[in-house]
């Protein structure tokens, strides 16, 4: 049996959510699946429950369970508190709290939505590439930082950090997992400028030799975002930074038309994940019952495939998506004419019926 830690968290989290849950109540009654379903609180609707975006209580589940499916956190109502008290600081702190190091951020683009991407067919058609972000270090977690009054104006800094241990280790990552697919990593950095990027570059020239059957190059991140929307088929797994990942697996989710589409995965040494769409809270959009539950459905299967050890369920869940698609049915951000359009409910529901 596993048992997974459930937190819708915040805005479309709860929706989205309940359509995942869906899937895995019929998993469970008809394929054997024996996972547990633990419910637990995070970000915004945390801190309005209890007073902090990430509670001892989820903590305490989270040791517990062997994985997370996460929703999303976020909204303009909680903008305005302390930073230390938004809701971002729980999905950060849950991430530092279990060394979820090694972010995978997939960029498929299916067959179905082709035209739903803002480039022309034929440069991202059979679009499929992986980018594998450093989640735990880097400039989101590097001290000192903070604003200071200095020379009689407000003064910000950040600083970016890497010891070379964390950046071998996901470049580690990256390795294996491209020896699985097209055996090559592109790792992406501004070494050019920055020495933190010099010290990224020889050690995953380091890792690399470990790895004499996967082709590594690098790129510099400004050409890195211009080459993905110039020629990204040219990509097989990215590895980067914290920061640079951030920006360009949006960049690499646009292409694929919509970033309802795209899951996620944030894995720790021992192979715990925490699994979650791509995309936010969508606050402007909740309880509208139109925003894209796939992506979140998709989120299950990645965490059947690198958690769970049940890889031939996250295939069913795979087939039962492009079953959907192939019928005609999307939610309005991945519509086109002609398509049927369905509410976030009913696509969940199309799913399930789909995986009989």
Partial sequence: ??????????????????????????????????????????????????????????????RECDSILLGAVGGYQWEKLERDLRP?????????ELDL???????????????????KEEVVSGLNLMIVRELVA?????????IEERNG????????????????????????????????????DKANVLEVCELW??????????????????MYVDNAAMQLVKAPKQFDVMVTSNLFGDVLSDCAAM??????????????????????????????????????????????????RYSLNQADLADKIETAVNTVLDKGYRTQDIAAQGDSVVGTSKMGDLVVEALV
């Fill in 1 to 62: 049996m596993s048992k997974v830690l459930i937190l819708p968290g915040d805005g479309i989290g709860q929706e989205i959510i309940a359509q995942a849950l869906k899937v895995i109540d019929f998993l469970n009654t008809n394929n054997a699946l024996d996972m547990e379903l633990v419910h637990g609180l995070v970000g915004g609707t945390a801190y309005d429950e209890t007073g902090s975006p990430l509670p001892q209580a989820t903590l305490d589940a989270v």
């Fill in 88 to 96: 971002e600081r729980g999905l950060l702190g849950l991430r530092a």
């Fill in 101 to 119: 190091f090694s972010n995978l951020r997939p960029a498929i683009l299916y067959p179905q939505l082709a035209s739903a991407s803002t480039l």
């Fill in 138 to 146: 880097g400039i989101y977690f590097g001290e000192p930082r903070g």
């Fill in 153 to 188: 104006e407000k003064y910000g800094f950040n600083t970016a950090t890497y010891f070379e241990s964390e950046i071998r280790r996901i470049g580690h990552s990256a390795f294996k997992i491209a020896q699985i697919r097209g055996k090559r990593v592109c790792s992406v």
């Fill in 201 to 218: 570059r020889e050690t995953m020239e380091n890792v690399a030799k470990d790895y004499p059957d996967v082709v590594l190059s690098h």
């Fill in 255 to 304: 292409l694929t038309g919509s970033i309802g589409m795209l899951p996620s995965a944030s894995l720790n040494k021992d192979g715990f994940g925490m699994y979650e769409p791509i995309h936010g809270s969508a606050p402007d959009i909740a309880g509208k019952d139109i925003a894209n539950p796939l992506a979140t459905i998709l989120s299950v299967a990645l965490m059947l």
